[in-house]
């Protein structure tokens, strides 16, 4: 299967910006697309955005439409994840996903990355 390694988290103040990575390793020549989820406390695990990996189509969630933008790079077997004007609303873990399949579940998930966005 596909291992997930998400990095780049951290504290910031309302307005800032921050951008994760994720790394993939294993069978990545097996992953159709990647995706990033995020989870605050006491609430269900959201999804945030998907890329394609072939075609490189990518979705995002009204919530972070025009504020975050995902990319990939496939000869590094990374997903990134640019977040700009950030809000205290987006504090939560950010968690990578990947699957072999163009639609459905995902198979592989990171272990998460804590985002925090202060006032």
């Known amino acids: 299967q596909v291992q997930l390694v998400e990095s780049g988290g951290g504290l910031v103040q309302a307005g800032a910006s921050l951008r994760l990575s994720c790394a993939a390793s294993?069978?990545?020549?097996?992953?159709?697309?990647m995706a990033w989820y995020r989870q605050a406390p006491g609430k269900e695990r959201d999804f945030v955005s998907v890329i394609r990996w072939s075609g490189g189509l990518t979705y995002y969630a009204p919530s972070v439409k025009g504020r975050f933008t995902i990319s990939g790079d496939n000869a590094k077997n990374t997903v990134y994840l640019q977040m700009n004007s950030l809000k205290p609303e987006d504090t939560a873990v950010y968690y990578c996903?990947?699957?072999?399949?163009?639609?459905?579940?995902?198979?592989?998930w990171g272990q998460g990355t804590q985002v925090t966005v202060s006032s």
């Open positions: 294993g069978r990545t020549f097996s992953i159709a697309r």
């Open positions: 996903a990947a699957s072999a399949e163009p639609h459905g579940g995902y198979e592989s």
